[in-house]
């Protein structure tokens, strides 16, 4: 087994809080580094709340948002890769698509030349994927991804109330055979997961489908999405999201990661 060598340091806080509005909260990992560092959104219903995935999982994430929300929230995984379900084993309520692997998830890893490997990626990442600690006595070598019990399974056109919250499931496969994001039809908020996010959108791995990606996001380009709230770096409105597709659809993945 591995051992970090690396003096890494243990901050006061693993995940950062920040209020986007009264009903929903950006939950973020700053020690992540680069490619794994996910959004991770919470969104306040009137008596149960919903949580759009759920970090990487190495230290304890409901125990936090009891504290912070008073209840343990239903988590929706937008796909299984390791830094979006690494939580999932903590809640009730996990639903996900069927397609991804949620009950026997790919074991991941946080020594990034390990991960490029597993992931087929070209770019070196640096041999520890955390810059931080959660706690004194981690050691990033014994880092797997834990398995979840799917409480649901989620298709295309599915209809999520949770209390108050209201939002459509749409399965856009390319990068991950299941992934999905999440549409609010009322505002134009979409939560999408790693189906788009503003950098290069990773078609590669084990398991994405260029064609079928292409074909995710011609569907999302049709949608009147107003405002994108993604897995990863930040929110961005319509013009973007268009810019983004239309990029991504010009090269047709051709050349990419
Ligand atoms: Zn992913």
């Known amino acids: 087994m591995r051992r970090s060598t690396l003096p890494l340091p243990v901050p006061s806080e693993w995940f950062r809080f920040t209020a986007v509005t009264e009903r929903l909260t950006l939950i973020e990992e700053p020690h992540v580094r680069g490619l794994l560092r996910a959004n991770l959104w919470h969104l306040r219903g009137r008596r149960r709340d919903l949580l759009v995935d759920c970090g990487l999982g190495v230290t304890a994430l409901v125990p936090l948002l009891r504290e912070r929300f008073g209840r343990e929230p239903v988590l929706v995984l937008t796909h299984a890769h390791l830094d979006h379900m690494g939580s999932a084993h903590e809640f009730g309520e996990v639903w996900a698509h069927p397609l991804e692997h949620v009950d026997d998830p790919a074991p991941g890893s946080l020594h990034g030349p390990t991960l490029a490997a597993d992931l087929g990626l070209a770019e070196t990442l ?132």
């Open 126 to 257: 640096p041999p520890a994927l955390l810059n931080a600690r959660p706690h004194g006595g981690y050691d990033i070598g014994t880092y797997r991804v834990r398995p979840a019990t799917p409480t649901r399974s989620l298709a295309d056109g599915d209809i999520l109330e949770v209390d108050d919250i209201r939002l459509v499931v749409l399965h856009l496969p390319g990068h991950s055979p299941g992934s999905i994001a999440l549409f609010d039809e009322h505002d134009g908020t979409l939560f999408s997961g790693d189906v788009i996010y503003d950098d290069v959108l990773l078609d590669s791995l084990p398991g994405s489908d260029r064609g079928r990606y292409a074909h995710s996001l011609r569907r999302l380009r049709d949608l009147p999405v107003r405002l994108t709230r993604p897995g990863h770096e930040g929110s961005f409105g319509k013009d973007r999201l268009h810019h983004l597709i239309d990029d991504y659809l010009r090269d047709e993945g051709g050349g990419r990661r």
